[in-house]
C-alpha cells in the first residue's frame, strides 16, 4: 500500500522526459531498489487522465548493450551522477509510485530518444 507521505505530487514528475526515481523490482517492494527511469508519455494526454506513465528504463553505462540503447550526454541535466543510458525496457508505472524528479534529459538527448522511438515504433505515427 503506498502511504501519503511516501507518495510524490504525480503533478510535479508526470512531464515527457523527465528523469524520476522509482522503485525496481515492482514485484517485491521489500526488495526494491530506487532507480532512475525516463517519463516518455504525455503528461496531459495521458499520465494526469491515467495516473500511471509509460517509462524507459535508465541504466548504468557500463552495462551490457541493448539494440537502440541511448546515451545520456547531459548528465546534470538529467541530475544523474554518473555515466547512464536509456534503455528500452518500457513499462507503465502508478505515478504514486514514483519517488521524486532527478532531472530533465537535455534537449540534445530528448532529439536522440525521440529519434530512437521513431525506429522502435516506425509505424506509430502512420
Known amino acids: ?5 511516501d507518495a510524490t505530487d504525480s503533478r510535479e514528475v508526470c512531464h ?3 528523469v524520476v526515481r522509482v522503485p525496481f523490482p515492482f514485484t517485491d517492494r521489500l526488495a526494491s531498489k530506487r532507480r532512475p527511469a525516463l ?3 504525455d503528461r ?3 499520465n494526469a487522465p491515467a495516473g500511471h506513465a509509460v517509462m524507459a528504463m535508465i541504466t548504468s553505462a557500463g552495462n551490457p548493450p541493448w539494440p ?4 545520456i550526454a ?3 541535466a538529467a541530475g544523474l551522477p554518473a555515466p547512464s543510458k536509456v534503455r528500452f525496457k518500457l513499462f507503465t508505472l502508478d505515478l504514486r509510485l514514483v519517488r521524486g524528479e532527478l532531472g ?8 536522440r530518444v525521440r529519434q530512437a522511438l521513431a525506429g522502435l515504433l516506425p509505424d ?3
Open 44 to 46: 496531459t494526454r495521458f
Open 39 to 41: 517519463v516518455l508519455s
Open 74 to 76: 547531459d548528465l546534470a
Open 104 to 111: 530533465r534529459l537535455s534537449a540534445d538527448d530528448e532529439h
Open 124 to 126: 506509430a505515427a502512420s
Open 68 to 71: 537502440m540503447d541511448v546515451e
Open 16 to 18: 515527457a522526459f523527465a
Open 1 to 5: 500500500m503506498i502511504s501519503e507521505a
